[in-house]
Structure formats: C-alpha cells, structure tokens
C-alpha cells in the first residue's frame, strides 16, 4: 500500500476532526446561558474517560477499522445534533461522541503509526515520522475548519465599535461566567450569540465535511487482519454443524481477547515511568479545555464576538501546524526532553501575557498574539504526547489509551474550571502545571536512558 493512502487517510481524519473541534470552540460561546456549553464538555471528557479504558478490548473485538468509521458515524450525528440547541440534544450527542473519542485519537494514531506502505522500515523512528505528519495534517485541517464561522456567522450585535470600554471589564483574565446576568438583554450576548440562520448554515456545512471523511475512510482505511468479529463471522461462514460449540468457541475468544486486553492495559498502567510521563498528558488537556472554553469566550467572542472565535483558533491551529511541520522535518535533531524545555518557556511566556491583558480597543490586537504563541506551545505539547507512546512504551495501543484518559482528564478540570471559577484562576494552575510537567518529564527522560 503506497504512502499516498496514508495521506489520503489523513486528510479524511483531519477533515472530520476538524468539523469536530470547531464546533467544540464554539460551544462555550453559543451556548453559555445556563452553562449548557461548558457541562456538555465535561460530559463529552467523562465519556472520554470510559472509551479510553474499553478501547484497547474494543480494537481487539471489532478491529480498528470498524471503530474508527463507528467515531466517524456518532461525529456526524453529533454535529447533526448540534442544530438543536436544548439541553437534552446537547447533552446526549455529545455524552455519546465522548463514548467513542479513542477512535479519533488514540485509533487514529495507533492506526497512523503502523499504517501499511511500501517501505518494509517498521522501526520506532518509521513510527515517529507518520505520527509527525499524521499529525501536521489533522492540525492543518482544524486551521482550515476553523476558518469557516468567519464567513458564515454573525453576530446578532455587529457594530461592537459601539461599545463603551466598561463592556470589556469583564472580558479575559477578569472573565467569570457564573457572574453573567442571563438575560437577552444584556450587552455581553450580542458578542457571544450568533444568528439562527449563519448557525444553521454552518452546521449543514459541518455536517456534509465529516459525511465526505467517512466516506473516504470506508475505502481508505486497511481492512482488519484478524479481529474476535471477523473470526466469528469465518465461524459462522463454516458447515459446522454443531451450533452450541460454534457458540463455546466465540465465547471463548471473546474471553480471550478480554483478558488480553486488561493484562496490556494493566502492564502499561503498572509502567514506573508513568509518574513521570503521564502528567504531560493531563496537562495538554488542560491546555486544550482553556483553549476551547475560556479563551474563545473570554478572550475573542468577549472582545471581538462570536464569529472571531473560529479565524482565532484557525491561527492558533496554523501556527501549531508549522510549529509540527518544523518539528517533523527536524525530528531526527529532536528529543523528547529538548521539546519538554522550549514548551515549557513558551508556555510561561504565552500564559502570562494572557494573565497581564487588560482588554482596550487600542489593544484588541493582542488576541491574536496570545492565539500565536498558544499554537506554538499546543504543538510542543502534542506532539511531545503522541510521540511518548511510541518511544517509551511497547504495547501502543494501550499507552495511547492511557494517555487519551490523562488528556481528557485534563480537559475536564478546565471545563469545570470554566464554569465555577475566574479565567485567572486557570492561567495560574496551567502555568504551574506546566514547569511540574517538565521537570517530570526531564527526570524521567533521563531516568530511561540511564537504565539503557
């Protein structure tokens, strides 16, 4: 199979995880009343949680390719589902999407690492160049997704010039959303509310992308070699006569493939080095749950409205792209506990200008600046997680499991974070969180390569 069905495959995914996440950044925003955005996160990371832990059983029973097309189906309910904008809808598309997030992460990666091609090199750095590209390309296409509510949304309030600097107080670091007055009136919603109609239309559009995805998937993606569904259909194909051991026999297996599954995840859980490596992944999470919460609102829908939130986290996504491209194509000069320092000084330096913001009109540019250097250290940290896995672990699937339940670990703590507390309150845990990683990370780093 040649490299180009890798790409192919990757543009598929970055398609639909590009749809996906926009829409994730726009949540908060659009739906705050009420707090029906924010907790439709936290309930998409707790069904993350549970995916996570069943999906190295899942892959085992069904196979990945089937896993993966299940994710792309649910994505496309959910943006579906997205059109109606009641708690009951919001909350049950996005539970279930939650439920199958391993498929686009750590599925897609562990299917991305070992994705079949030409070359015989099957070797861990093999692994480390796919994963990096793989990687610049879903980045690239969030870039591209989040450029759409820029041309399609508008605000129901759009002469924001109008506005006296007192409606800003309230906006970045000052952000608290559980101080909001919740009605229609006030000034703050016709910054974070879009119109119906540029909503619905977004929407349709959303929906026909990750349509698109699924479909390229179905051709692209390799068809299991061998999986507890697959056998048992050869099983059922065959003249066996004896229907009750036919059935003992499918039992068996899945009972097999059961215990296998919990042995792996139990070895990689049992790691000594998780204490070093794991809190990378928690902290990414994090990262991400404040990117899509309090910054798109706190820091763009409050300054500039709702359709400045998608071209904002386009530049976030473009700068984190580059950042990857100039990683991938220099990776074989870069380590892991290298990458850990420099995200690490731009994490402090990012955080701490989003902390001192005080938003006037004459600085309404600094989002932008916050979104570029928030990029940059989103792909430090991305590609520091994905790549760990690979190098420090044997069983991938299942340390790519692992680290999808820290990450949506993370993701959760921000989200709640959102809700109850003021946006400063987070930029202070992040920016801790952030220098305990990396010293963790460097122990243990050079923890490995002494045992070596």
């Known amino acids: 199979m040649s490299m180009r069905n890798f790409y192919i495959y990757a543009v598929a995914t970055a398609i639909i995880i590009g749809s996906k996440y926009c829409l994730f950044a726009l949540k908060s925003t659009v739906q705050v009343k009420g707090g029906i955005g924010p907790i439709s996160m936290v309930l998409y990371h707790a069904g993350a949680l549970v995916s996570g832990l069943v ?29 109606y904008t009641g708690w009951q809808s919001v909350f049950t598309t996005t539970l279930f999407l939650g439920l199958v997030d391993s498929s686009f992460w750590a599925g897609a990666f562990s299917l991305a690492a070992s994705f079949p091609t030409d070359s015989e090199s099957t070797s861990t750095k093999d692994g480390e160049r796919k994963v990096s590209r793989f990687l610049t390309i879903i980045t690239l296409g969030q870039g591209l997704a989040n450029l759409l509510p820029e041309a399609v949304l508008r605000n129901s309030v759009d002469d924001l010039t109008a506005l006296n600097e007192t409606d800003f107080m309230q906006c970045a670091a000052r952000d608290c959303s559980m101080k909001y007055e919740y009605k229609s009136s006030a000034s703050i919603f016709g910054r974070l509310t879009p119109t119906r109609l540029s909503y619905n239309i977004l929407i349709g559009i959303f929906t026909a992308l990750a349509a698109c995805g699924m479909f390229i998937h179905y051709f692209v993606i390799p ?28 039992t068996g297996k899945f009972r097999d493939v059961l215990s296998k599954s919990f042995t792996a995840m139990r ?14 992944g928690l902290w990414l999470g994090m990262f991400l749950g404040f990117v899509w919460s309090t910054f798109s609102r706190s820091y763009v829908a409050c300054t500039l409205g709702v ?37 690490s000084l731009l994490d402090s330096v990012g ?31 991305r590609t ?54 990396t010293i963790l990370l460097l122990v243990g780093h050079f923890k490995m390569h002494k045992s070596r």
């Open 55 to 83: 999906y190295p059983f899942v892959v085992r029973t069904i196979g990945i390719r089937r896993f993966l097309l299940l994710g792309d189906f649910v994505c496309t309910i959910f943006i579906i589902g997205s059109l």
């Open 223 to 250: 068809r299991d070699q061998s999986s507890v569904f697959e056998e048992g259909q050869h099983l059922m194909e065959d003249n066996v006569d004896n229907n009750r051991s036919r059935a003992t026999l499918q």
């Open 267 to 280: 070895g990689v859980f049992a790691n000594s080095m998780n204490i070093f490596l794991l809190p990378s």
């Open 307 to 343: 359709r400045s939130v998608g071209p904002m986290i386009a530049i976030f996504d473009f700068m984190s792209c580059l950042t990857c491209f100039i990683i991938a194509w220099r990776h074989e000069f870069i380590s892991v506990w290298q990458l850990s320092i420099v995200g």
């Open 351 to 381: 955080l701490a200008l989003a902390l001192t913001w005080m938003p006037t009109f004459a600085t309404l540019y600094m989002p932008y600046v916050i979104a570029l250097l928030l990029g940059v250290s989103h792909a430090v940290a």
């Open 384 to 437: 520091i997680l994905f790549t760990i896995p690979v190098v420090y672990y044997s069983d991938k699937d299942s340390a790519f499991s692992m680290y999808a339940l820290s990450s949506n670990s993370g993701c959760i703590i921000s989200q709640v974070m959102s809700i109850g507390a003021c946006a400063f309150w987070g930029i202070y845990l992040l920016m801790a969180s952030s220098l305990l990683c």
